[in-house]
């Protein structure tokens, strides 16, 4: 699995760093959700994939 983050759609709920806190974080400058582990450990696929269906706006992406 590969993750990325659409910054241009990202609103700053920050739903995913609730769900996958290990994964994702607010970068300082942009306000915006990043991805701290693009390929993430099979362990995390199941809080990544609860990541990414509880941003609203869907501005994340899972290349499975």
Do not use: W
């Not at 701290?36 to 990544?48: K, N, R, S």
Request: proline share 6%.
């Amino acid at each position: 699995m590969k993750v990325s983050v659409d910054q241009s759609v990202c609103r700053e709920y920050a739903n995913c760093i609730v769900e996958a806190p290990d994964v994702f974080d607010l970068d300082e400058e942009s306000g915006k959700v990043i991805a701290l582990i693009i390929e993430p450990d099979p362990a995390q696929f199941d809080e990544v994939r609860a990541a990414a269906a509880a941003c609203p706006v869907r501005a994340i992406t899972l290349h499975e």
